[in-house]
């Protein structure tokens, strides 16, 4: 099947300090790799992606680094903040699809001041 | 230019009735994409459709559930005779084409409740 598995489903940070979330992807079709962040009762919002002809992509605090022999793909966050606390989820594109998406479950960060 | 839209936000429903989802993309978007997350969940993809087309209805449940996406109007997801387990926000995300520019834009969801 298609599954994308997303890691840690809970993480707290310190404001400034680096928070790191991995996901895997079983989909060797999957070729477009989006993280959207959703606050509570709002709608997803993208955040960044990469596609899977680039290694790593950056923009400003946040970055995003893919490993396709490896089937897996991580968000990196510096400098947090406490307006970064919401839930993170990663996705692959199902593709066999045109590209529809699979998400992870989740992970639900916390930035403390 | 307006972004995805999905009506009712809230939806009420008791048992047996049939729930009617609509999502209008975003102008120029030509393909609609139907999640569902569960309370406290990822977001599952349920079909994926272009204008008068079904492209992948393989998230779908096969008895009850169904999707179109007419030349004209919105997209409109329909639920048949609703149980307590399809309560769950749904959301609608758009894309102006599949392939490799294909960032999807996603609507406020419908919250559907039954009782």
């Known amino acids: 099947g298609e599954n994308v598995e997303q890691h840690p489903s809970t993480l707290s940070v310190q404001e400034g300090d680096s928070a790191v979330i991995k996901c895997t992807y079983s989909d060797s079709a999957s070729n477009y790799f989006p993280w959207y962040k959703q606050e509570l009762g709002k709608r997803p919002q993208l955040i960044i992606d990469i596609r899977s002809n680039v290694g790593e992509k950056k923009d400003q605090r946040i970055a995003v680094t893919l490993n396709k022999t490896a089937k897996h793909f991580s968000l990196h966050i510096t400098e947090t903040q406490p307006e970064d606390s919401a839930v993170y989820f990663c996705a692959a594109s199902r593709g066999n699809s045109g590209y529809a998406l699979n998400f992870g479950k989740g992970t639900s960060l916390l930035v403390t001041p | ?115």
């Open chain 2, 1 to 115: 230019n307006a972004g995805v839209m999905q009506n009712p936000r809230h939806l009420v429903r008791r048992r047996g009735q049939e729930a009617r989802l609509r999502c209008s993309p975003m102008k120029g978007h030509s393909h609609v994409y139907w999640y569902r997350q569960l309370p406290e969940e990822g977001l599952k993809f349920m079909v994926y459709l272009q204008k008068e087309n079904i492209i992948d209805e393989s998230g779908m449940p096969k008895e009850r559930f169904s999707a179109e996406f007419p030349k004209e109007g919105p997209s409109i997801l329909r639920i048949q005779q609703v149980v307590r387990g399809d309560s769950a926000a749904y959301f609608c995300a758009s894309s102006a084409t599949s392939g490799y520019y294909n960032e999807q834009f996603f609507g406020p969801g419908t919250r559907l409740t039954v009782l």
